[in-house]
């Protein structure tokens, strides 16, 4: 079991860039899961994808903020224009169910200068 | 609407002492409950999960929660804490009918003194 895979794990840019984040769930989990994680906001919850579908994309901060799951082994999240404020550690997660526990990846962190 | 409160962003004990970490929620149905455990530098890894079949549940490294429906709370404990306990704890809820929200807790870190 290879658990979820994120890449890139570090990535620094400039503001105004654009910033693509990956992730490859554990094969045969149908719910994908982004979050954010920051020292003033804690753990959030982005986006929510059941079997390739956004389900809950609530905490999808701005328009600048896009999520794809073009099929069931690999999601992307996208940030353009990139801002310093998006700077955190950016973590995927998958599940059997959405109401399972969740796997989740080590996480991307984003330094946007 | 759903929350999860952990009671202590920080929390310190001394080798070997108890550990209790406490969560309360709200919800409006029986939830499903979680507690994860997070180490520098990696994601949330599972420790123990509730799902109505038992009120008091064991998970992994020694730690056990108990589900108290009237007090809504499912606190995590250990009876002697090790330094390799020293990480951040998060208890966390999912409910949802067609549809299912996760909602974590703030996060207590846990600090384990020689």
């Known amino acids: 079991d290879a658990g979820v895979i994120q890449s890139p794990r570090h990535e620094v840019t400039e503001m105004g860039q654009e910033v693509t984040l990956r992730c490859k769930p554990i094969s045969g989990h149908n719910s994908l899961f982004w979050y954010r994680q920051t020292m003033m906001r804690g753990l959030e919850l982005l986006i929510y994808?059941?079997?390739?579908?956004?389900?809950?994309d609530s905490g999808m901060p701005e328009d600048r903020f896009s999520a794809k799951m073009p099929n069931a082994s690999f999601s992307t999240l996208k940030i353009q224009p990139s801002e310093p404020r998006d700077s955190a550690v950016y973590f995927c997660?998958?599940?059997?169910?959405?109401?399972?526990?969740?796997?989740f990846g080590d996480g991307t962190r984003l330094s946007i200068l | 609407a759903q929350s999860v409160t952990q009671l202590g962003s920080h929390v310190s004990v001394s080798e070997g002492a108890l550990v209790l970490l406490r969560c309360n929620y709200s919800?409006?149905?029986?939830?499903?409950l979680f507690w994860y455990v997070q180490y520098p530098n990696q994601g949330l890894q599972l420790l123990l999960k509730y799902t109505s079949a038992a009120t008091l549940v064991k998970g992994i490294n020694g730690f056990e929660a108990e589900f108290k429906k009237s007090e809504t709370s499912f606190h995590l404990t250990k009876p002697s804490a090790h330094m390799s306990d020293a990480a951040e704890y998060f208890c966390a809820v999912t409910k949802g009918t067609g549809g299912f929200k996760t909602i974590f807790g703030a996060g207590t870190r846990l600090f384990v003194k020689a």
């Open positions: 997660a998958s599940s059997l169910e959405g109401n399972q526990p969740q796997h």
């Open positions: 994808f059941n079997n390739n579908v956004p389900i809950d």
């Open positions: 919800s409006s149905v029986p939830p499903y």
